[in-house]
Nanobody
Framework: QVHLVESGGGLVQAGGSLRLSCEASGRTNNIYAMGWFRQAPGKEREFVAALNWRTDDTYYVDSVKGRFTISGDNAENTVYLHKNSLKDEDTAVYHC?????????????????????WGQGTQVTVSP
């Protein structure tokens, strides 16, 4: 099994930056991709970004393009989410997720369904 632990959340002013980290442990050899999702109070969980571990392809929700960057360190089994120009609407609990397997399309990786392992989440609060 794979175990995910997120870190790096906190309180930041609008316009500021933050970097989230997610470290995978356990049976990491079969990880195909890792992604970040977020859930704000009263809202549904939303896809944020994903990184295909095999091809280095990345995917983003439109609202974060140009502001967030997902990257990974295969040797450390860690994925990062670099967040710049933060806005109030970025306030949410951010969850890291991993999907194992042999192939998923970019479209599939932008949905929660394929992901079989989830972290506990880390709170990000953006103040005005």
């Amino acid at each position: 099994q794979v175990h995910l632990v997120e870190s790096g959340g906190g309180l930041v002013q609008a316009g500021g930056s933050l970097r989230l980290s997610c470290e995978a442990s356990g049976r990491t050899n079969n990880i195909y991709a890792m992604g970040w999702f977020r859930q704000a109070p009263g809202k549904e969980r939303e896809f944020v970004a994903a990184l295909n571990w095999r091809t280095d392809d990345t995917y983003y929700v439109d609202s974060v393009k140009g502001r967030f960057t997902i990257s990974g360190d295969n040797a450390e089994n860690t994925v990062y989410l670099h967040k710049n120009s933060l806005k109030d609407e970025d306030t949410a609990v951010y969850h890291c997720a991993a999907v194992q397997g042999s192939y998923y399309s970019g479209t599939q990786l932008q949905k929660a369904g394929p992901y079989d392992t989830w972290g506990q989440g880390t709170q990000v609060t953006v103040s005005p």
